[in-house]
């Protein structure tokens, strides 16, 4: 009797636990960048017992962090960038304060309050804010990786925001 318990108990872990891998994978799959996705989200170990709306709020996180990175390296470019970078810089500057006190804030209560449709307009708007950021610079940004990963983990965001409409 117990050696059949602990059978079943067995089989039901391992069921949750392919669950979870498949749901990041099926959601992942309708993203942008499904591989991308997929690191993004087993990176975060919430996100196996995760739902759809629980994989858009760890990426929403993955923005947040990503965005902080990019803050954190313009304030390291401050003192150090050339004169014609500086209104570029303090444009960027700019965009992701926007990302960080508007974009995520309103992503995380839609989400939260069951609303996808104002997620996905937060998610698109960090979009719009990460290129406008590399396109102030005209080709010659210091940003580009920074702001290619706010770009990218914020439409991987928007399209599984989407899959909630």
């Known amino acids: 009797m117990l050696k059949s318990l602990a059978l079943f108990v067995l089989i039901l872990c391992t069921t949750l636990v392919v669950s979870g891998a498949n749901i990041v994978e099926q959601t992942c799959s309708k993203t942008p960048n499904s591989a991308l996705c997929i690191q993004f989200l087993n990176a975060d170990p919430k996100s196996s017992t995760a739902d759809v709306t629980g994989l858009a709020l760890i990426m929403v996180g993955v923005i947040k962090n990503k965005a902080d990175i990019a803050v954190n390296k313009i304030n390291q470019l401050g003192g150090s960038i050339p004169p014609d970078q500086k209104a570029a810089l303090t444009s960027c500057a700019d965009k992701y304060n926007a990302i960080l006190v508007a974009d995520i804030p309103q992503a995380t209560e839609a989400l939260q309050k069951g609303n996808p449709k104002f997620a996905v307009d937060g998610a698109n708007d ?3 804010e990460a290129n406008g950021c590399e396109n102030g610079f005209s080709g010659n940004s210091p940003l580009t990786a920074e702001n290619n990963a706010v770009r990218d983990a914020s439409a991987i965001t928007s399209a599984i ?5």
């Open 126 to 128: 960090a979009v719009i």
């Open 161 to 165: 925001a989407s899959l909630l409409l």
